[in-house]
């Protein structure tokens, strides 16, 4: 049974739009997280959570707001949406922040036209 | 800030033939970890080493990387690559001292074995 949950898999949107990508672990990880990979980059820090707290954001748009409605559960909403957003979107956990392991989601690929 | 390299972007290589991927690393802490994940396609990536462990030999599923402190290097090796072996290797790095748990990635290694 997968330990983390992301969905949707895939996602298309028309530029301006708003949608919400959503992250479930069940692995009882008291932190979260939101990783970004787009065309040739490398995967990049977004967003850390712990105990539904942000801990940090990577971030320079006020466009991407992380939400945690439960202790295992950090969405991803994205707001006016850019053809620049589109990416693939990983949610991470681990046990808590300063745990040197992170455990990855299968990612949501948005693409934004 | 943080910041990993790794040099190579593309690596093809034949089956048997050894394997070595390069990361250096540039960070202020020292309480560094080191990581190597790797990615196959349309799956989730996952953890293959870590280390934080200065001059010390850390070995997964055939594959072994030693942190080395004094050049900022965590390269990793197989004596022998397997078809099974190609996908996306990131190098990683993470400072446990911080609260965030922010994993910094090098761009990755796009490792293809062929027969």
């Known amino acids: 049974d997968p330990k983390i949950i992301q969905k949707p898999k895939y996602l298309v949107a028309v530029t301006g739009s708003e949608k919400i990508l959503i992250c479930e672990q069940y692995?009882?990880?008291?932190?979260m997280y939101w990783y970004r990979q787009s065309a040739k980059k490398p995967l990049e820090f977004m967003f850390s959570?712990?105990?539904?707290?942000?801990?940090d954001n990577q971030t320079a748009s006020s466009r991407f707001q992380p939400q945690s409605s439960k202790k295992n559960h950090l969405d991803l909403q994205i707001t006016a949406l850019k053809p620049d957003d589109s990416a693939t979107y990983f949610c991470?956990?681990?046990?808590?922040?300063?745990?040197?392991?992170?455990?990855f989601g299968p990612g949501t690929r948005l693409t934004v036209l | 800030g943080d910041s990993v390299t790794q040099t190579e972007g593309l690596v093809t290589l034949t089956e048997g033939l050894p394997v070595m991927l390069n990361c250096t690393y540039q960070?202020?802490?020292?309480?560094?970890?080191l990581f190597w994940y790797v990615h196959y396609l349309n799956e989730s990536p996952w953890l293959l080493l870590r280390?934080?462990?200065?001059?010390k030999r850390t070995e997964h599923q055939g594959f072994h990387a030693t942190l080395h402190k004094s050049s900022s290097s965590f390269h990793l090796q197989k004596s022998s690559a397997q078809l099974s072996d190609s996908a996306l290797y990131y190098c990683?790095?993470?400072?446990?001292?911080?609260?965030?748990?922010?994993?910094?990635f090098g761009e990755g290694t796009q490792v293809t074995v062929i027969s």
């Open positions: 991470a956990s681990s046990p808590r922040p300063n745990y040197a392991e992170q455990f």
């Open positions: 692995l009882g990880h008291n932190a």
């Open positions: 959570y712990s105990y539904q707290k942000l801990m």
């Open positions: 960070t202020i802490y020292s309480n560094a970890f």
């Open positions: 280390s934080s462990t200065d001059n």
């Open positions: 990683a790095l993470s400072n446990t001292g911080g609260l965030s748990g922010k994993l910094t």
